[in-house]
Structures are given as structure tokens and as C-alpha cells.
């Protein structure tokens, strides 16, 4: 057997590789993007949930946002207090916090106050529902359809199903906006945490129309409107709306509901509204 038939293709491509090894190691160098030492420093300050919630496709691209200066650090919803000001103090900036938001679902039409039009039987799913001629199974057609599309695309597990409407666990809540978002219904919304008035109802319909569907429901009688000293609630298409820039949280206009559609509920000295 002739050694050198085995010797020449072994010297031939390790030659190969050695070229093909420094050319490599060249263009790395030459074509090397430099990347902002504290744009990692920033993601690392992070949650890490990659929400969206920040409008970014993910938290490495708020991180990049955040060290380019198109977007200031409590541009994250879901972040802390704490490493906010850590992000601040990194890049040379001061932040005003806003205060702490948590989502709302704005109706408390259940099993029991609310009626259905039929059975449904298709996919699980609000947005496919709610194509469906009338707006979904349930008599309010302005109602939360129960189908869970919120809790899937919660990613901090901060949403359940319970009696045929969806339930927020505020605890849990970050005010990512996901829920806001993939809501058909517009049932969703973002609110201040630490005011705990709140119109529970998401129809428009008029009051006759409201009492065939829902028994909770505001019907526009804006009795509410008359027992507030504050004028924090207005109407806007037959159905009350809070100020919550005048809301002194007096409770009038909760007690004065006559379909119990506004919810209230003082904050205790242990409640954490803190952002």
C-alpha cells in the first residue's frame, strides 16, 4: 500500500482547513458589528418575559431601544421600581415613574347575570367567536365571551375563567396590555390600581335592551351622575365612565347604582400599589 495516497489528501485538507480557518477569523474581524456593551447590561435588568408589552418584539429589543434612546427605561411595563433606577443610573438618566396600572375586565355578566343566545360549540377561542353573526353566544353582545383568549396570551398567569367571564388576579397583574389587545370585545382595559371604583359593564346598548341581557348591567339611568359631588363620572353611548383624575373613591355613585354595575372597594393600609 502506497503511504503517500493517504499522506497527500491529509496534508491537502488540512491545508484547506487552515485557509479556510484564517479567512474566517479575517471577515469575523473585519465584518464585526459592534454591539454597545451596555445594551446586555440592560437586558440582564430585565424581567426576561419578552411580553411585548413595551411595543418591542422582546426584551433584547427594548434593551437595544432603551441604550439607542428611542424609548426611556420604565418604557417596561412588567419592571420593577428597583431596576428601573438601575437602568436610569446606567444610562445616565433620571425617570418619573408613573403610577402602577393593573387590567380590568369590564363586565360582571356570569352564568347567573347574564344570558346566553344559544350554544356554542366551535373553537375556543374569543376572536374567532366573536365573528360569528350577533358577536358571540352571549345576549350582551358587548360582554366578555368567557373563551379564555386573554388567559392564553397572559404570560404572568394573572387571568382565569370563572363563571363565564374572565377574572384578573391583580397580584399577579403587570399591566402588560397583552389581554387589552387580544380582547374582541374591547371588555379590557388598564386602570389605576389604586383607585378601586369601577364601571363593570362594556355595553352601549340602551337600558331596555341592557335589562333582556344582563342583570347587572348599566342601563343609563345616570343616577350615578346626579350623586356625584365631584363630576368625575360622564356617558358616553349609554354607559357611565369614570374620571379617574377626579375620583375621590366617596363611594356615592357605587351606592347609588341601582343595578350594582359600579364596584368599588377602599384600599387597605396593607394593599401594594407601588409601580
Do not use: W
Not at 458589528?33 to 447590561?41: C, G, K, L, N, W
Not at 418575559?49 to 427605561?73: H, L, R, S, Y
Not at 356554542?120 to 374567532?128: K, L
Not at 360569528?132 to 366578555?144: E, L, N, Q
Request: net charge positive; with cysteine.
Amino acid at each position: 500500500m502506497d503511504i503517500t495516497s493517504i499522506i497527500y489528501p491529509v496534508i491537502s485538507i488540512g491545508g484547506l482547513g487552515l485557509l479556510f480557518g484564517t479567512g474566517l477569523g479575517y471577515a469575523s474581524k473585519k465584518f464585526a458589528v459592534e454591539v454597545d456593551e451596555r445594551i446586555p447590561q440592560v437586558r440582564d435588568l430585565l424581567p426576561g418575559a419578552n411580553c411585548g408589552g413595551c411595543g418591542f418584539a422582546g426584551c433584547d429589543a427594548f434593551a437595544k431601544a432603551v441604550v439607542e434612546g428611542k424609548v426611556t427605561p420604565e418604557g417596561c411595563p412588567v419592571n420593577n421600581s428597583e431596576s428601573i433606577e438601575k437602568i436610569a443610573s446606567l444610562m445616565g438618566l433620571k425617570v418619573e415613574q408613573g403610577e402602577k396600572k393593573v387590567a380590568v375586565v369590564k363586565c360582571n355578566g356570569t352564568c347567573e347575570n347574564s344570558k346566553n343566545k344559544y350554544e356554542y360549540y366551535g373553537i375556543t377561542d374569543c376572536r374567532d367567536a366573536a365573528l360569528i353573526p350577533g358577536g358571540g353566544a352571549k345576549s350582551c353582545s358587548y360582554g366578555c365571551l368567557g373563551l379564555g383568549t386573554c388567559k392564553k396570551v397572559c404570560p404572568f398567569g394573572a387571568i382565569e375563567i370563572e363563571n363565564g367571564i374572565a377574572v384578573i388576579n391583580e397580584d399577579k397583574c403587570t399591566a402588560c396590555g397583552n389581554c387589552v389587545d387580544a380582547c374582541p370585545k374591547a371588555v379590557i382595559e388598564l386602570v389605576p390600581i389604586k383607585n378601586r371604583v369601577r364601571v363593570l359593564c362594556n355595553s352601549q346598548d340602551k337600558g331596555k335592551d341592557v335589562k333582556q341581557s344582563c342583570s347587572v348591567g348599566c342601563i343609563g339611568c345616570r343616577m350615578c351622575v346626579k350623586a356625584c359631588e365631584y363630576d368625575a363620572i360622564d356617558f358616553n353611548n349609554n354607559l357611565a365612565h369614570i374620571k379617574y383624575d377626579k375620583c375621590t373613591q366617596c363611594m356615592a355613585c357605587v351606592k347609588k347604582c341601582p343595578t350594582k354595575a359600579i364596584q368599588g372597594q377602599l384600599l387597605s393600609k396593607d394593599d401594594n400599589i407601588s409601580a
